[in-house]
């Protein structure tokens, strides 16, 4: 079964300080993996994605997220935050054995204290 | 990058009458569509997926009759709810993708906030 993990609901941190917004997966095969980012009442911005290649993945808005197989894990990261990073970050993952379908995690809520 | 817009942005109806939902790929050609519910702080629930040209393939527990979906062309499909009920009042998402490769990234639209009076 395919399935994503958030096991933070809410990560507070300080402007400036560096940021992480945890995830892990469980899929069949090899993963594709992407990270998204919701405003409120908004669809959701495509931020990055791991298909292969480079453990270590650069994305929009000055984030990264290192895909850990061992770990199987997808971290996203970003080494200073902002305040205008605050919104609701969802991990996905799609299994190469499967149809087209996403699996979303539960959403993380980031707020990012001046 | 891809764009995906949605229109209505946001929609208030009575109960009973129905809503079309459309969502358009601006600059690229959607192979894939979806179609995603949104409780309030609550992740995505896919509802239904839809390739150009054939019938939509719904989640469990998402009634077809209900929840149409139409993807005519390989820029736009709709979701129509029928006989709306105050219970289908939620945020409705749709995502396109394109022509088989190697990315399988979903693009999104801006969303639908639906009102069922």
């Known amino acids: 079964a395919q399935s994503v993990a958030q096991p933070e609901d809410q990560v507070n941190v300080a402007e400036g300080n560096p940021l992480t917004v945890k995830c892990t997966y469980s899929v069949s095969g090899n993963p594709y993996l992407f990270w998204y980012v919701q405003y409120p009442n908004r669809g959701l911005q495509f931020l990055l994605k791991?298909?292969?290649?480079?453990?270590l993945v650069k994305g929009s808005y000055g984030f990264e997220a290192e895909f850990n197989k061992s770990q199987t894990s997808f971290h996203l990261k970003k080494p200073s935050a902002l305040v205008s990073d605050s919104a609701l970050y969802f991990c996905?993952?799609?299994?190469?054995?499967?149809?087209?379908?996403?699996?979303f995690g539960t959403g993380t809520s980031l707020t990012v204290i001046p | 990058g891809a764009v995906v817009s949605q229109h209505p942005s946001r929609v208030i109806c009575k109960s009973g009458t129905s809503v079309k939902i459309e969502c358009r790929s601006l600059d690229f050609q959607a192979t894939t569509m979806f179609w995603y519910r949104q409780f309030p702080k609550q992740s995505l629930m896919l509802m239904a997926t839809?390739?150009?040209?054939?019938?939509?393939?719904?989640e469990q527990g998402v009634e077809k009759d209900k929840f149409l979906i139409n993807h005519a062309s390989l820029t736009l499909s709709t979701l129509t709810v029928t006989s709306a009920h105050p219970e289908d009042s939620s945020f409705y998402i749709c995502s396109a993708r394109g022509a088989s490769g190697s990315d399988r990234t979903q693009y999104f639209g801006p969303g639908t906030r639906l009102l069922v009076l």
């Open positions: 996905a993952v799609r299994g190469t054995t499967t149809g087209n379908q996403f699996y």
């Open positions: 839809s390739n150009e040209g054939s019938k939509a393939t719904y």
């Open positions: 791991y298909i292969t290649g480079d453990n």
